[in-house]
């Protein structure tokens, strides 16, 4: 295995080059299928198409949710999630998960420049008090609309496929706006999500080597508590079967928004996050936004 790092421009990074090259690692693995791209024009006709839908405007709703920080102009995407600004401030689009999947990351440049680059751009922050509005970096957290025309720039890209949902527990805000999107983007077949790799994984499917950021669906076969941890189980052998691991803090936090943990068997969940392996493959919650409760299958 092999892992490569993409090249960025050291004059406009410098301290923060290798804070980029880590977020952007490329694992490559010898044998692996190789997607063909589609035809340009229908990427060009998808995308389009996507950018019309009012679904990713920028609501009143959302503007009340978060809080305008101020307006800036874009001048240059440093990759695909991290933007120069005419003050010379970097801002990194928060919400996102963007693999760099072969040449994605360049894709995903190639799509923020064209259609938001060069316009003013609203910049909004989280307004709750556990909120990170920066990154160790520095680097401003935002969600970005172009101050024209309303588009969401997070919006524009998950409606694209150029990116699916990454929730974080310092920043759980529009949560449920990006979800519709997103699976809009994932029934239509979208970007990434005509990659298997990146589709969402069956519960019973997980192998002991799969690791990395995730979506999984499946139906909660049994749900066991031990040392006030709680364990989702996906398959009939918790040793190796696919779980999901709730802390004593979050069992907490589920129920103070009145869901019961413990009575999930038998439920349908999707969840996101990193998987690991002990006693087979799993995902721990730190957040009640990894999960999405579902009646049926999507």
Known sequence: MMVSVNTIETSLFNKHIFAQGLQHATIEQSGEKIIADENEQDVKNHEKS?????AILFTDADMREAKHLRTVH?????????????????????????????????????????HFLEKDIDLYVCKESKCKNTDRYGHMRVHAVARKDKIWLQGALIATGHAQIRTRSDWPILISRMQA???????????LWKQAALSIMDALKISDEQRGFHIVEGVVRSVAMHKNIVYLNFGDDWRKDFTVVVPSTMRRAFSKNGIDIMGKGGKRLRVRGWIDEYNGPFIEIDH??????????N
Do not use: C, H
């Open 181 to 191: 999107i997103e699976s809009a983007a994932r029934k239509s077949d979208m970007g």
């Open 50 to 54: 996507a950018l019309e839908n009012t």
């Open 288 to 297: 009640l936004e990894q999960i999405e409760w579902l009646e049926t299958a």
């Open 74 to 114: 874009f001048t240059k995407a440093i990759d695909s999630q991290r933007l120069l600004t005419s003050d010379g401030d970097i801002v990194y689009l928060e919400g996102l998960f963007i693999p760099d999947n072969k040449d994605n990351d360049i894709k995903t440049q190639k799509f923020i420049t064209e």
